[in-house]
T-cell receptor
């Protein structure tokens, strides 16, 4: 089955700096890659996603890039703010693959003032 | 609009006891899922359903059972609770499969087995 690895497990940045979280996946048939944000004690919420037919997608301060050849994708957050502090999960799934979304192990992002 | 509602939010069980985590959604979503979240381990899929009357196993189904008699409800049953089932459980739903659309999560249920 699909295996998703996520790095780093913790990340600390100064407010205003950029943050990058990286994920790799094992199954070349995976074609959908969402990112979820989970604030402390809250439910995970989708922040951005990308499909395999595009290489990059942006939404204000966040962007996701995908390298199908290398089987990795990354989340980029620019001009970080304290409210960006949370756990971020990447995930991957295969279209028609039994609806199974495989998550990475998460990255704890801390934005320091 | 309540979205996905889970009950209870917290529960302590003794080893060998059984219980049911309730999940209901009011978005008329066909797809529903149960995940467990352990520290540093991400979210692991326990069971999922693509519609009323249809359920299937995820990555970690042992020790759990589910049913889907209606579109709205997807309860998770724990039989003979074990300490390894101590975790935070999330129910989720989506309008289409997770490979094409957003998952909406409930607030989670924290279960401790002693």
């Amino acid at each position: 089955g699909e295996n998703v690895e996520q790095h780093p497990s913790t990340l600390s940045v100064q407010e205003g700096d950029s943050a990058v979280i990286k994920c790799t996946y094992s199954d070349s048939a995976s074609n959908y890659f969402p990112w979820y944000k989970q604030e402390l004690g809250k439910r995970p919420q989708l922040i951005i996603d990308i499909r395999s037919n595009v290489g990059e997608k942006k939404d204000q301060r966040i962007a996701v890039t995908l390298n199908k050849t290398a089987k990795h994708f990354s989340l980029h957050i620019t001009e970080t703010q304290p409210e960006d502090s949370a756990v971020y999960f990447c995930a991957a799934s295969i279209e028609g693959g039994g609806n199974k979304l495989t998550f990475g192990t998460g990255t704890q992002l801390k934005v320091e003032l | 609009n309540a979205g996905v509602t889970q009950t209870p939010k917290f529960r302590i069980l003794k080893i060998g006891q059984s219980m049911t985590l309730q999940c209901t959604q009011d978005m008329n979503h066909n797809y529903m899922y149960w995940y467990r979240q352990d520290p540093g381990m991400g979210l692991k899929l326990i069971y999922y359903s693509v519609g009323a009357g249809i359920t299937d196993k995820g990555e970690v189904p042992n020790g759990y059972n589910v049913s889907r008699s209606t579109t709205e409800d997807f309860p998770l049953r724990l039989e003979l609770a074990a300490p390894s089932q101590t975790s935070v459980y999330f129910c989720a739903s989506s309008a289409v499969g997770p490979n094409t659309g957003e998952l909406f999560f409930g607030e989670g249920s924290r279960l401790t087995v002693l």
